[in-house]
Nanobody, 120 residues
Framework: QVQLVESGGGLVQAGGSLRLSCAAS????????MGWHRQAPGKQRELVAA???????NYADSVKGRFTISRDNAKNTVYLQMNSLKPEDTAVYYC??????????????WGQGTQVTVSS
C-alpha cells in the first residue's frame, strides 16, 4: 500500500527549529509533487511549502525566509526545515504528494499529520 509518513514534529520554544520529514513508501513509479500543508485549530488547511520533481519551490508568504523545503528523489522523501519558529506556526503539518503508481493509479496522497507546537 502506498502511504506517506511524517515525522519530526514536537514542542519547541519560539525562535527554535524543527525538521520535518515525510517518506513515501510502497510501489511508486514517480512523485511529481511533494509539499507541506498545515492546519491550525479553527483555520483552513493552507499550503506551507512545495517542491516539484524539477526542484521548483514555493512558499507561503508567512514562512518565506524561515522555512526551507527539499526533497530526496531517490528516497522519495521530502523535508521541511523550520527555523525561527513562531507561536503562530503551531499547527498539524501534513505531507502531500501527487504520485504516479501505475498508468491507472495516479493521484493525491496525504500523510496522517504531525503536530508542531511552538511555545512563547
Amino acid at each position: 500500500q502506498v502511504q506517506l509518513v511524517e515525522s519530526g514534529g514536537g514542542l519547541v520554544q519560539a525562535g527554535g527549529s524543527l525538521r520535518l520529514s515525510c517518506a513515501a513508501s510502497g510501489s511508486i513509479f514517480s512523485i511529481n509533487y511533494m509539499g507541506w500543508h498545515r492546519q491550525a485549530p479553527g483555520k483552513q488547511r493552507e499550503l506551507v511549502a512545495a517542491v516539484t520533481s524539477g526542484a521548483s519551490t514555493n512558499y507561503a508568504d508567512s514562512v518565506k525566509g524561515r522555512f526551507t523545503i527539499s526533497r530526496d528523489n531517490a528516497k522519495n522523501t521530502v523535508y521541511l526545515q523550520m527555523n525561527s519558529l513562531k507561536p503562530e506556526d503551531t499547527a498539524v503539518y501534513y505531507c502531500h504528494a501527487y504520485m504516479v503508481i501505475t498508468d491507472a493509479m495516479t493521484g493525491d496522497y496525504w500523510g496522517q499529520g504531525t503536530q508542531v507546537t511552538v511555545s512563547s
